[in-house]
């Protein structure tokens, strides 16, 4: 069992640009959370997302962040038009149903030069 | 809104010492409980959680933390810390019944002298 994987694990954006955040769940899990670490900060919810539903975004920025998991293929997190403040960790978890503890990717690190 | 406080941001102790991490979260509902660890570059991995039962929960690692309803805490403890228990810890609380959505403290960051 592979796990959760992000890709890229690294990824640098000039500000402007689009930045594209992949995840693939654990074999059999349909739910799909991201969080975002800002420098020495927690953890914060963005988005629940089961398969071609976004079930819960109430902690995604209104503007140009964006997230799909579609039926097939991984969870893309979009970020359009990034500016500094969007350098941050970004992570997913996935999980077999609601209610059951998320199993957490390694991270993608977005840095916005 | 819930909310999750960890009382202790930086945390230093030596080899052998005791560990107590504070955590108190706000929300009157029914909650999930867990406590998390990052080491330096890596992704958070589970200590333990608590649904239901007995309040007192065992953990890998040596861990454990104790449920308190009354006090809305959940702290961690260790009894006799070792060096590679350097990492940031990280308590979250899900509310039941609710997508699972996590809230996380804000962390505390322990480090651990030989």
């Known amino acids: 069992n592979a796990g959760v994987m992000q890709n890229p694990r690294h990824l640098v954006r000039r500000r402007g640009q689009e930045a594209r955040l992949r995840c693939s769940p654990m074999k059999g899990h349909s739910h799909v959370y991201w969080y975002r670490q800002l420098p020495e900060e927690g953890l914060k919810f963005m988005v629940y997302?089961?398969?071609?539903?976004?079930?819960?975004e109430s902690g995604m920025p209104k503007e140009r962040f964006s997230a799909e998991f579609p039926k097939e293929g991984p969870s893309i997190l979009r970020i359009q038009q990034v500016v500094r403040g969007d350098s941050a960790a970004y992570f997913c978890?996935?999980?077999?149903?609601?209610?059951?503890?998320?199993?957490f990717g390694s991270g993608t690190r977005l840095t916005v030069v | 809104a819930q909310s999750v406080s960890q009382h202790n941001h930086h945390v230093i102790l030596s080899e052998a010492a005791s560990l107590e991490l504070g955590c108190n979260y706000s929300y009157g509902g029914t909650v999930n409980l867990f406590w998390y660890v990052q080491y330096p570059g890596q992704h958070l991995q589970l200590l333990l959680k608590y649904f239901s039962g007995d309040p007192l929960v065992k953990g890998i690692k040596g861990f454990e933390a104790e449920f308190i309803k009354s006090k809305f805490s959940f702290n961690l403890r260790k009894p006799s810390v070792q060096w590679s228990d350097t990492a940031e810890y990280f308590c979250?609380?899900?509310?039941?019944?609710?997508?699972?959505?996590?809230?996380f403290g804000g962390g505390t960051r322990l480090m651990v002298k030989p």
């Open positions: 978890a996935s999980s077999p149903e609601a209610g059951r503890s998320d199993t």
């Open positions: 979250a609380v899900s509310r039941r019944n609710a997508g699972n959505m996590l809230t």
């Open positions: 997302l089961q398969k071609e539903n976004i079930i819960d």
